[in-house]
């Protein structure tokens, strides 16, 4: 099951669990659409993978299946 991870890992950005604007690479690195845009052309610093928009976790489903409150941050992603 994804995280749904809390914020973008390059610029810290709070990602609403819900927000339409949120990419992920299979390894569930997050990122915002302006920094995955402008930053990373869609490749994941990490892994060297493709970033992809975020699936909805449905809201009936988030009460047992809650999103992650673990912010992973990596400022250094921003001079990729």
């Known amino acids: 099951m ?19 604007d949120v990419l992920i690479c299979s390894f569930e690195c997050t990122f915002c659409l302006a920094c995955s845009e402008q930053i990373l052309n869609f490749i994941c610093p990490n892994c060297g993978g493709e970033l992809v928009k975020r699936p909805l976790r449905p809201s009936n ?8 409150t673990l912010r992973v941050f990596n400022p250094n992603l921003k001079n990729h």
């Open 2 to 20: 994804l995280e749904l991870r809390p914020n973008c890992e390059s610029c810290n950005t709070d990602l609403a669990v819900d927000s339409q």
């Open 61 to 68: 489903k988030l009460e047992k299946y809650p999103a992650s």
